[in-house]
């Protein structure tokens, strides 16, 4: 009863959290767009930061920004977004706009001097990654701070999984997670390639950063990537779920599955088209070791082999669960004949590690570590520039292979 307890109190105080005092020189921040993420990404997130306060909005529909302004407590609205930009009194911006004014957006706000916290992915393409995170514009001491708002990396949690695990023996890791149907809407903006849309671009993004996360490396080859696309009178060049496999350089091979339009998975045959409900789960397994055990007869072995998942990991602040499962083999050394097998599980949840409470979300241990880049403070947990790029050229790789074409560039800035 407790946990549950918990569990509740937690995820209320995550989403509701008490506004705290504001320091007087506290990091002022505008919002590019009235999106729906910014909301649990930037705006209940600054409630708990003394240094931080969201004071702005723009949106393409001036009334609607009003609205959006009036239902968050944000006490400006800006005319456009470049009027936000021009506005003196802000420090930084978010940019959770469409895909394809990603770029545009963030090279203006630099431009303007204003610290950048990009919702992923970053940018387009490859190409404008490059562009972007290897600008002139951001490659001094006293540039503005550009960060891509890859949030479940700052938590505890996942922090913890990766020091649970063994980058270069991992040899498999698997990622899935499913986003079920009914919540992405077919005419929605991910679903339009113009504007950058897609499956990877969005939802599997995130399957791609993970197994860039822990095998602490670039992948050296695709070898296989498929796709779903949309139905007929919808954009044929998205993909509404993708599946990939890839090969690193330590020789381990990864897959992922990502569909943001999920139906099925379920055993009884009349619910094979209602709503898929999973939680996103990474499967992290290492090579097998051959450990010294003098307790073996003559002629045998003992081989370990050490498996780690994640279950959550894209949201871990409302509930999640790393499983850490150590399998035991005793077999004859001749012929790999089993005598004996085992497996020792443990069970870790990891919601705060005493920087801060256990209702703080990936999003404010995300604006925690921008305000101490700002600040010029030291920093436990960043994505540099090069990751931004090296996550953009996987995406690019994966829809090449597929048949599919690389998101367009809307924009010449």
Not at 35 to 61: F, G, L, N, Q, Y
Not at 91 to 110: F, S, T
Request: neutral net charge; glycine residues 6%; hydrophobic residues 40%.
């Amino acid at each position: 009863m407790s946990g549950l307890f918990s569990f509740f109190r937690r995820n209320y105080n995550s989403f509701y959290p008490t506004e705290i005092p504001k320091q007087s020189d506290a990091i002022r921040i505008g919002l590019l767009g009235a999106s729906k993420i910014a909301p649990i990404a930037v705006i209940s997130a600054a409630k708990t930061h003394s240094e931080v306060i969201v004071v702005a909005v723009a949106a393409r529909d001036e009334k609607r920004a009003q609205a959006y302004a009036k239902k968050y407590s944000i006490p400006i609205v800006h005319a456009n977004y470049q009027a936000l930009l021009d506005d003196p009194a802000i420090d930084a911006v978010y940019i959770g706009l469409a895909n394809g004014n990603h770029y545009e957006w963030a090279v203006k706000a630099l431009r303007a001097g204003k610290h950048v916290l990009l919702e992923k992915p970053s940018v387009s393409n490859a190409e404008e990654a490059v562009k972007l995170f290897r600008s002139p514009l951001v490659g001094k001491a006293d540039s503005p701070v550009l960060l891509e708002a890859f949030h479940y990396r700052f938590y505890p949690a996942w922090k913890k999984l990766l020091s649970l695990i063994d980058s270069k023996n991992i040899v498999e890791a698997n990622v899935v997670q499913y986003l079920p149907k009914g919540i992405t809407p077919l005419g929605d903006i991910r679903c339009q390639f113009k504007l950058a849309g897609g499956c990877l671009m969005d939802f599997g993004t995130y399957n791609f950063s993970t197994l860039r996360q822990v095998f602490a490396a670039e992948p050296e080859e695709c070898l296989e990537a498929s796709y779903r696309g949309m139905p007929p009178g919808f954009d044929k060049e998205i993909d509404q779920a993708f599946t990939s496999k890839w090969r690193f350089p330590n020789g381990g091979i990864a897959t992922m599955e990502a569909d943001m339009i999920a139906d099925g998975g379920y055993s009884i045959p009349m619910m094979h088209e209602f709503p898929r409900i999973q939680l996103p789960k990474l499967e992290v397994k290492h090579r097998e070791d051959i450990v010294r055990d003098t307790s073996l007869a003559a002629g045998q072995e003992h081989a370990f082999q050490k498996t780690v998942i994640m279950w959550n990991y894209l949201v871990p602040f409302m509930y999640h669960r790393i499983d850490v499962m150590d399998t035991h083999t005793i077999r004859t050394k001749s012929d790999g004949k089993v005598v004996k097998t085992w497996t020792q599980t443990s069970y870790i949840k990891e919601y705060s590690t005493g920087n801060g409470p256990d209702s703080f979300t990936t999003y404010r241990y995300m604006l925690e570590e921008f305000v101490n880049k700002i600040r010029k403070r030291p920093v436990s947990t960043w994505v540099d520039h090069e990751d931004s790029i090296g996550q953009m050229k996987m995406i690019d790789t994966a829809y090449l292979a597929a048949g599919l074409p690389v998101r367009p560039s809307i924009s010449s800035v």
